[in-house]
Each structure stands twice: as C-alpha cells, then as structure tokens.
C-alpha cells in the first residue's frame, strides 16, 4: 500500500516500466509515455480529492472482434482481443459507502450512495448507472462493497467499436474486486467479472448488449467465446504476439454517420431468427446446419433471400472464429490472414452490413476495404468489424507497410483515422510493479 505521493516516486524511479511494458508496449518511448500519463493521473486525483491518500491503480482494456461478426446475438462462437488501449483508474477507499468517479475530460462526478442498489430514476444511460449496477452486481453474487473516490483517465476511442462503456464497466469491476473482496479471482474471475457488467449494462443502463464485449475487456489476450448457453460462456484464451509476426493492428475510422441505422442492426438479428423460427427455435444456434441447408428452398420462400444468406454467414463464421484461434495457438498466421479476409467478405456479402440500403451513396467501409485491399493485398489483412453498415474497420498490417497504409487511410478519412494498435494480454487487473 502506498500514498499517492509514494506512488508517484516510484513511478519516477522507473518501478511500474515492468508493468507498463506488459500492458502496453515494450519500446522505451511508449513506457515514457505511460509514465507521464500515470503520473498526470495521480496528480488529477490529488487535486480533485487531496493529498496523503493512500490509493491503487488498475487498468482495463478495450477490444476488438476478431471473428464471429454478429453472431453472438444468435449464441454463436465469436473472436476477440484486448487491445493496448485502455481506462486507468487511481482509487482510495473512503468510509462514506459512496463511491465518487470523475472521469478525464467528462467535467462532472458521479456520486453513488452504495445503500440504493436498485435502478435510479433518471440514471438510466449515464455512467453512474453502470457503477451502481456493477455494484449492485457484486452483492447479487454474494461480494461486499463499499465507497471509493476515483479518478480516470481512458484513451479506449469513443464510438469507434473498442468498447469504451464495457472496459469502464469491468474496471469498476476489478475495483469492487480488489478493494473489498481480497482481488478474489475465485469467486469473482474475469469472466463473472463480465456478467456482472454485462447486468449492469443491461438492467441499469437500459442497454440490452450481449456479453462478448465485457468477457474481451475482462479476459484480456485473444479469446474464442462460445455463447451456446448465453448464462455461462465458454472461453478459451491464447497469447497473440502480434509484433513478433512483424504486424499490427490497424483500426480505421470511416467517419460514417451511426444516426438511423438501428433498424439496420436490428434486422440482422431478427432475419436470422426469423430463420430459426421456421425450425420452430429462438435462435440459429439451436438449429442444425444441414438440416437448414437441405431446407432452404422452403426456408427462403418465408423468410425471403436476405435472411437465408446471412444465416449462411452466421454458420460460416462461427466455424471461422474457433478456426482463427486454432491458427493463433498452431502459430500459422498465414492461415489467420485467410481466415479474416474470408470473413470479411462474408460480412460484405452475406451479412451485408458493409453499407446501409438506405444511403448507398454512403459507403466509407467499402471504401477503406477497397483502400485496404490495394495496398495490403498478397501481404495483410482486412476486415470490417463490429456492427457495421459505418463506423471502423481492421486491418493487420505488415510493419513495413505500416507507414504507406496510414498514409493511404489518413488521405481519404483525414489525419489520425488509423489508430495503430497491439493485442494487450491483460484483461482487467490491478496494475503493480509486479504483474
């Protein structure tokens, strides 16, 4: 245990470097840097709660889909990776049972009296919900919980399918974890850790998300989840030393407007299950795939074509996301690049989500992949991810080529639309000098 003030001198005195090599980056610049953001952070809870506090810090992820593009929503099989990108939080235990939060760049403080654990009025799709349902979580699963005051800083991209919300959710998490429960991974393991903010997000927040988001920021690494019983995932977790392939990984923003597309979103989902229906199931996943493939001329006649073929990709892809951890733990990345572009143009042209129907003269995904494509091809990876219809794409990039791709992205989409990125093999952790 130290003080703020402890904290920060042996931050200087290089004693976190271990730490910020394995969360980050090992090269000394990104240590540097991670040094002067840790020790801004300290100086920000200082000052908003004062001095002589005797405080921890922890980190949590954000992530990227890998494999398995919309599929978790029908119980499939998806891929993801925590990336070096993250929220860190700087905590001190007070005796009030009220947690209070202020979050970089957010100009206001959550205040939560930790003795009303049922939804608030009019919190509902504020952060402060998603705390309260975090805790309120924790004692559902038979935790204790108490008041903090914290402070935090992220650079998870808002908007950009990294999951800003899921990685704030799992480190409130991991502080509940750590500060009243012993850090018990027993009891409270990464990914029961992921199903309380799952439930957070859900009946507090008034989201109804599924749960791949949360287990990626939670676990940490490269992870296949396998949704077959939504109420207990199964995961499987790989290290991806993704640098030491000479690669990286590339998320590019399109700039595309989100505004009217949730009816986009919502009709991948109930045309697959429109299809499961016809089985008389709630879901694909119940449903077998030769059994739906012998049917479709019946099938089709029902639910019409669209809703066929993107139950085509949803069996295609399942199988792919378990295949691309496969090729990750037998070290063929060649195979793995196979496997992303094939599921990227399964995206493109059985789920069809890469544009919207309803503006096609909007299409910056197709774009970038076209971009992609040009410059990678024979060499990389490309892939759309997340939602889709706008938003981001993934590319793994030769380093080599980094420099030209970015060039080629930044040109179309503006300067800063690729953010360079790296698979993180933490999840959501306390961060001390010996991790």
Request: aromatic letters at 8%; charged letters at 25%.
């Amino acid at each position: 245990m130290a003080t703020s003030a402890e904290l920060k001198q042996k931050i200087r005195d290089g004693q976190y470097d271990q730490a910020f090599a394995k969360l980050y980056a090992a090269d000394p610049a990104t240590v540097a840097a991670q040094r002067d953001r840790y020790l801004e952070l300290l100086d920000n809870f200082e000052k908003n709660f004062g001095t002589g506090r005797t405080v921890s810090l922890y980190s949590a992820p954000g992530r990227t889909e890998i494999g398995g593009n919309h599929t978790d929503h029908n119980n499939g099989v998806v891929m993801a990776a925590a990336v070096n990108l993250d929220i860190v939080a700087v905590v001190s235990k007070n005796d009030d049972n009220i947690v209070r939060v202020i979050s970089h760049g957010f100009g206001k403080i959550d205040d939560i009296d930790l003795s009303k654990l049922t939804p608030q009025k009019g919190e509902a799709e504020h952060s402060a919900s998603l705390i309260r349902g975090v805790a309120a979580g924790i004692v559902n699963e038979g935790g204790k919980v108490g008041g903090f005051d914290c402070y935090t800083v992220s650079d998870v991209l808002r908007g950009s399918g990294l999951s800003s919300s899921a990685a704030f959710e799992v480190c409130m998490g991991a502080i509940f974890r750590g500060e009243y429960n012993d850090n018990d991974m027993e009891k409270f393991n990464q990914v029961e850790i992921a199903k309380i903010s799952q439930y957070a997000e859900n009946v507090f927040f008034g989201k109804p998300c599924g749960l791949m988001d949360q287990t990626a920021c939670a676990v940490g690494s490269a992870i296949t989840i396998d949704f077959k019983d939504p109420t207990a995932p199964v995961v499987n977790k790989t290290k991806f030393d993704l640098a030491g392939k000479g690669y990286a990984l590339c998320i590019s923003d399109t700039k595309g407007s989100h505004a009217d597309l949730t009816d986009d979103y919502a009709a991948i989902r109930s045309e697959m299950e429109s299809v499961a229906a016809f089985f008389g199931k709630k879901v694909l996943r119940e449903v077998d795939e030769q059994e739906f493939l012998a049917a479709i001329p019946q099938v089709r006649k029902v639910t019409g074509d669209r809703a066929v073929v993107r139950a085509i990709h949803f069996y295609n892809d399942c199988r792919r996301a378990a295949e691309l951890c496969d090729a990750i733990k037998a070290d063929d990345f060649e195979k793995f690049k196979e496997l992303i572009i094939a599921g990227g143009h399964s995206s493109f042209e059985y789920n069809q989500n890469a544009y919207s129907i309803k503006n096609p003269k909007e299409q910056g995904v197709p774009l970038a992949l076209a971009i992609s494509q040009k410059v990678l091809e024979g060499r990389g990876a490309w892939r759309l991810q997340g939602g889709g219809f706008a938003g981001t794409i993934q590319a793994f990039v030769p380093l080599d080529l980094l420099e030209k791709y970015k060039a080629a992205i930044d040109a179309v989409f503006g300067a800063g639309s690729c953010h360079v990125l790296s698979v993180r093999n933490y999840g959501a952790v306390p961060v001390t000098p010996d991790m």
